[in-house]
C-alpha cells in the first residue's frame, strides 16, 4: 500500500466554515507552514477587534498567521490550499505558488461569491464541490475532483453549508493525500453567484411558495407588515393563500422576528398586533 503523501501547505480561508477544511488537513499530517486570512474587524458596542474564525482556530493549533497574500512566497510551501477566502490572488503569487481552491459548487455552474446561497434559491437538486487549480479567472480554472451532493426538499441554507464543508474536508484529505488527479477543463456554460443582496432575500409573495419557501429555508429572508420589515424564520409548505399567516397557496409561516423584537411564533406576533381583516404581508 502506498504511504500517504503529506505536502507543506499554506491555508487561505477566513469564515466558520473554512475551519474544518483547515483542521483536516492538520489532522491528516500535512505541514501546514502559514494561514493566510483577511484583516482583524472591529465588533460590537465597543469596537473591539475580533480575529477571523480561520485565524483564531490558525492560533489554537499554533500555526503563524498573515493578512498578506504575498507572505505565502518564501515559505517553501509546495501547494496553497484556498476556501472561502472572499479575495482575488495576484498572478505574481500564482505564478510562484500552485493553489488549489475548494470551490462549493459544480463548476462552471455558480461561479462566483455566493454558491451555496444561489444553488438554493434558484431550486437546483443538487450541488457539490470542485477541488479546481486556481488561476486568475474568476473560478476558471480546471478541475481536480468534483464531489456531487443533492439538495434535499427541505434543508436550510446552514444544513446545506455543513454538508459541503464535510464534503470539502473529505475531498481534500483524499486528494491532497496523494498525487494530485489529472485537471481537466471545465465543460458548460458558465452561471455566476454574484454575492447576495437584501433584496435577493425580500420575498416576493406573487413569485408564488416554492420561491418564498427557498428564500426562507435559506436564512435571512424578510417581509414586511405595516410598513416595517419582518424576518421571516420558518415555514410550513401547506396553507390555502387566504390568510396573513398563508399569504401564498402552499405555504404558511411559522416563526417571525419583527424590527427591534425577539424571535416569536407568528401566531404570537399576530395575537398582539390584532391585524384588520385584509391585512398582508408584503
Known sequence: MTAPVRRRLAFLGTPAMAVPPLQALVDAGHDVALVITRVDKRRGRGGELSPSPVKAAALELG????????????????????????????????????????HFSLLPRWRGAAPVERALLAGDAETGVCL????????????????????????????????????????????????????????????????????????????????????????????????????????????????????????????VQPEGKAPMLLADYLRGARPDPGERLE
Not at 77 to 98: D, S, T
Open 63 to 102: 500555526i503563524p498567521v498573515s493578512h498578506r497574500v504575498d507572505d505565502v512566497l518564501g515559505q517553501g510551501v509546495e501547494l496553497g490550499v484556498v476556501v472561502a477566502f472572499g479575495q482575488l490572488i495576484k498572478p505574481h503569487v500564482l505564478a510562484e505558488v500552485p493553489m488549489v481552491n475548494s
Open 132 to 255: 479546481m487549480h486556481l488561476e486568475e479567472g474568476l473560478d476558471t480554472g480546471p478541475v481536480y475532483d468534483t464531489v456531487r451532493a443533492p439538495i434535499g426538499a427541505r434543508v436550510t441554507g446552514d444544513e446545506l453549508r455543513a454538508t459541503l464543508v464535510d464534503v470539502a474536508c473529505e475531498q481534500l484529505v483524499r486528494c491532497l493525500g496523494a498525487p494530485l488527479p489529472e485537471a481537466r477543463p471545465q465543460v458548460g456554460e458558465p452561471v455566476y453567484a454574484a454575492k447576495l443582496t437584501p433584496e435577493d432575500l425580500h420575498i416576493d409573495w406573487a413569485a408564488g411558495a416554492a420561491a418564498a419557501d427557498r428564500q426562507i429555508r435559506l436564512g435571512g429572508a424578510w417581509t414586511t407588515f405595516r410598513g416595517r420589515r419582518m424576518k421571516v424564520l420558518a415555514a410550513e409548505p401547506v396553507g390555502d393563500g387566504m390568510s396573513l399567516a398563508s399569504p401564498v397557496p402552499g405555504l404558511t409561516v411559522v416563526s
